[in-house]
């Protein structure tokens, strides 16, 4: 799998769109990007992913790079309880072992 | 609420002991996932069973071992305690069909050696 690259730190005002961004340069062409997020000590909480076009659901919207080496996961509205630890994973979607592997991922603090 | 159960919540052991951690997943999915989330190590992929199969194991110490049993429910078997082994034990599942990869997670268990 991809290694990812994710800032261990940022803030965000509530209201405002919290723009995370992953580095995943050695992404492979089957290799799908996905977030997750983990408030304290609660169990991780699936995102959205995608593979190469821009995807939106009603937590969030991914941006990947045309070339697929970098993304952003955006919040369009923090609120307080989006503060949380989010990680960028790169996974290929083949076989039967899906196991997901956790950086350090970036903790976001939603400040208000 | 994710639909991904466990328990207990919290459980408090001495070392040396033997514990057993119990996970329920979602309704219909066959896939479960083991991760250990400690201090020091992050979240940590222990081992995944499909439909009452291995497979696919991670850093899963040879003390512990796991099942998936026919009503699809998992324990999760931790032998000889140790103090290094306290941590947060999240279990996972996935949904049967499709090539995406989104799992759901349960609330936890936080175990405790003294």
């Known amino acids: 799998d991809a290694k990812t690259t994710q800032p261990p730190s940022m803030d965000c005002a509530e209201g405002r769109a919290a723009n995370l961004p992953c580095n995943h340069s050695t992404i492979s062409g089957n290799e799908y990007v996905y977030w997750y997020r983990q408030i304290h000590s609660q169990g991780p909480q699936y995102i959205i992913h995608g593979l190469k076009n821009n995807e939106t659901n009603e937590m969030a919207s991914l941006i990947i790079t045309e070339d697929r080496k970098s993304s952003t996961l955006i919040l369009p509205h923090a609120t307080l309880r989006d503060t949380a630890v989010y990680y960028c994973i790169v996974r290929v979607a083949s076989g039967s072992a899906r196991q997901l592997t956790f950086g350090s991922g970036t903790q976001l603090t939603v400040l208000p | 609420d994710s639909g991904v159960t466990q328990t207990p919540k919290h459980l408090i052991t001495a070392t040396g002991q033997r514990v057993t951690l119990r996970c329920s997943p979602r309704s219909g999915d066959l896939s479960v996932y083991w991760y250990q989330q400690s201090l020091d190590q992050g979240l940590q992929f222990l081992i995944q069973?499909?439909?009452?199969?291995?497979?696919a194991k991670g850093n899963i110490l040879e003390r512990f071992s796991a099942q998936q049993f026919p009503d699809l429910h998992s324990e999760l078997n931790l032998s000889s305690l140790e103090l290094g082994d306290s941590a947060l034990y999240f279990c996972a599942s996935s949904p049967r069909q499709g090539w995406t990869y989104e799992q759901y997670f349960g609330p936890g268990t936080r175990l405790t050696v003294t």
């Open positions: 069973y499909y439909n009452g199969e291995e497979r």
